[in-house]
């Protein structure tokens, strides 16, 4: 059974980098048949797709994030992660990883961790 | 704004049978891109409901089937039953938006 689990920092003062790690279980990110996958839900709304990375390094993000965002892999530790930078209290919300298949969708999703950006 | 639009709510009986939303444009749902449902119970993460429009993933009940026709699809639920209450997501593919997956903004099911 694959799973994924988000971990981190729960408060960011503003201005700085939010940092997630998702660690993979039960899947390879080596593998090469998804895209590794970093979504949010902002406070009373929908959920947003923020980016995602294939097991190679090439990446996508959602053009309205892609200044401040970077998302990177490390295989050896089945694990990628997520940076925002700049970060604003707009940015307070829950983040979920999850596996993104290449028909665009997500199959399995982690658990979500809240983000708090406040002073 | 989210890209798709849902009605931010509806309901049932149980028993009964519902049917939720999703309306697109020309960028993404009629596109021909295809659409995917997913179910978030209270304090839990989205599952995966219907992907490719209408196909179930293993262990999802028959009750639960999805459509798509023009720049729309729906999700309908029938023989509702309490645990269905939850919230509903659609998402999409937008060529407007470069590797853009959308979202809409979710719909709440009420099971009276």
């Known amino acids: 059974q694959v799973q994924l689990h988000e971990s981190g920092p729960g408060l960011v003062k503003p201005s700085q980098t939010l940092s997630l790690t998702c660690t993979v279980s039960g899947d390879s990110i080596s593998v090469g048949a998804y895209y590794w996958s970093w979504i949010r839900q902002l406070p009373g709304k929908g959920l947003e797709w923020i980016g995602n990375i294939f097991y190679s390094g090439s990446t996508d993000y959602n053009p309205s994030l892609k200044s401040r965002v970077t998302i990177s892999v490390d295989t050896p530790k089945n694990q990628f992660s997520l940076n925002l930078s700049s970060v604003t209290a707009a940015d307070t919300a829950v983040y979920y990883c999850?596996?993104?298949?290449?028909?665009?969708?997500?199959?399995?999703w982690g658990q979500g961790t809240l983000v708090t950006v406040s002073s | 704004q989210s890209v798709l639009t849902q009605p931010p709510s509806v309901s049932g009986a149980p028993g009964q049978r519902v049917t939720i939303s999703c309306t697109g444009s020309?960028?993404?749902?009629?596109?021909?891109?295809?659409v995917h449902w997913y179910q978030r119970l209270p304090g839990t993460a989205p599952k995966l409901l219907i992907y490719?429009?209408?196909y179930r993933p293993s262990g999802v009940p028959d009750r639960f089937s999805g459509s798509r026709s023009g720049t729309s699809a729906s999700l309908a639920i029938t023989g509702l039953q309490a645990e269905d209450e939850a919230d509903y997501y659609c998402?999409?593919?937008?060529?407007?938006?470069?590797?853009?997956?959308?979202f809409g903004a979710g719909t709440k099911l009420t099971v009276l």
């Open positions: 020309s960028s993404n749902i009629g596109a021909g891109f295809d």
């Open positions: 490719g429009n209408s």
């Open positions: 998402q999409s593919y937008d060529s407007s938006l470069t590797g853009s997956k959308v």
């Open positions: 999850a596996r993104g298949r290449s028909e665009y969708y997500f199959d399995y």
